[in-house]
């Protein structure tokens, strides 16, 4: 049986936290950032969890967590 392969995007996007669930950070901040205020950009900076409908998912992309 050949080794499970983790999806390597999903690895640098997700980390495990302890209580099982995922975080990950928050889009919209790469570029076009003059016309976004500085309390949207703040607000942005902070890691969110991925939510229930989508765990399963990720998961299934990391394999062993």
Known sequence: ??????????????????????????????????????KRKRHLRAMDVVTDADTPAVRRMIPGT
Not at 23 to 30: E, I, P, T
Request: aromatic share 6%; glycine share 6%.
């Open 1 to 38: 049986m050949p080794k499970m392969k983790s999806n390597r995007g999903a690895v640098k996007r997700f980390k495990k936290r302890a209580n099982g669930r995922f975080k990950r950070a928050q889009s919209h901040r790469r570029h076009i950032l003059t016309k976004k205020s500085t």
